[in-house]
């Protein structure tokens, strides 16, 4: 029998609860562009919003931990997996309508199908999606942006499930952002629907601005090899993928992760890659940086599953998921 040390739930009990699907011990490598981590205790895709709601309910009556889980795009999983539910928002969660000037897109739904809808319809104000993966949910959680366009100004209206499996929409005003952050974070909500408010403008202008902002990435950021974005967040005035560079550490490996050659703020699984591989690719970044222009880089990827804290608490100094 399946049973969690910090709940009150079997597990097993979930198969019967949820029409969504149900996975028991799965691993959750194949659902973060890293290809790593190890096994959830539970992984689930609910079917729809009140398959979402009674799984939250049940789950949080029964106090057993759960994580959301996008695109995976922006996660570093432990390599111990997670005694908990990993809950993800799959097909039945994507989506999207255009109303107007407004896009309401489910939760699940990949930016770049975003982008294609709204330059598509003659509507700007996203088009710094192109070339970031992910879906809708994580980006507004995490206020997802390039250069200095953000996707927090243009949320106008959200749908979240409470962790007691309340639906409730918030408005504009219930919703703060900063910098790779947003009131949602680590709040234990579930986004299933973001209303986006965009602007009508000229398709050809849209259009120029689209491909300018895929020639940037273009060249600069490595694209086949298994990577997580940004590792690190940029300093005040100053690039991390700079920095890192400057202190010597492209190349430089850990088992099977490297800082990648191309961008330095990237680092590659290059197929044997452990999450803790990864952490110590980071914490040598953040000694030397710190040894040459004391600067203290502040990680942009986020730990999910049952870290040691003890052992990556010096690395992620900043998180404020446990
Ligand atoms: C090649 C590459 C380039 C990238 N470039 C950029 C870039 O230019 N700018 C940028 O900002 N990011 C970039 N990223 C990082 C990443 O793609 C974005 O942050 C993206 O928005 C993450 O979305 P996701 O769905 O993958 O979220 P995930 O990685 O799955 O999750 C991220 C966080 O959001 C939470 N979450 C996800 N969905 C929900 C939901 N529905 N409700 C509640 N919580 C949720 C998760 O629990 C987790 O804490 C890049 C990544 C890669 C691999």
Known sequence: MLTLERAKVDLKELKNL???????????????????????????????????????????????????????SNVLFADEGFQGVVIRLGRSFQGLHIEGDRVRAKAGTQLVTVLTKAREAGLGGVEFFAGIPGTIGGAVVGNAGAKKAWIGPTVEELTVVTPHGEVKQLKKADYTYGYRHSSLKHSGKVLVEAVLKLKKEPKAEIEKKVKEYFKVRRGKQPKTEKNAGSVFKNPEGNFAGRLTESAGLKGFKVGGARVSEIHANFIINEGTATAHDVVAVMREIQKRVWAEYQIKLEPEILPLGDWDWDEIKDVFWNWKGR
């Open 18 to 72: 949820m029409k969504g699907k149900v996975e028991l011990n799965h691993s959750m490598a194949p659902y973060t562009t890293y290809h790593l981590g190890g096994n959830a205790a539970a992984f689930v895709e609910p079917q729809n919003v009140e398959d979402l709601a009674e799984l939250l309910r049940c789950l949080t009556h029964g106090e057993v931990p759960y994580l959301i889980l996008g695109g995976g």
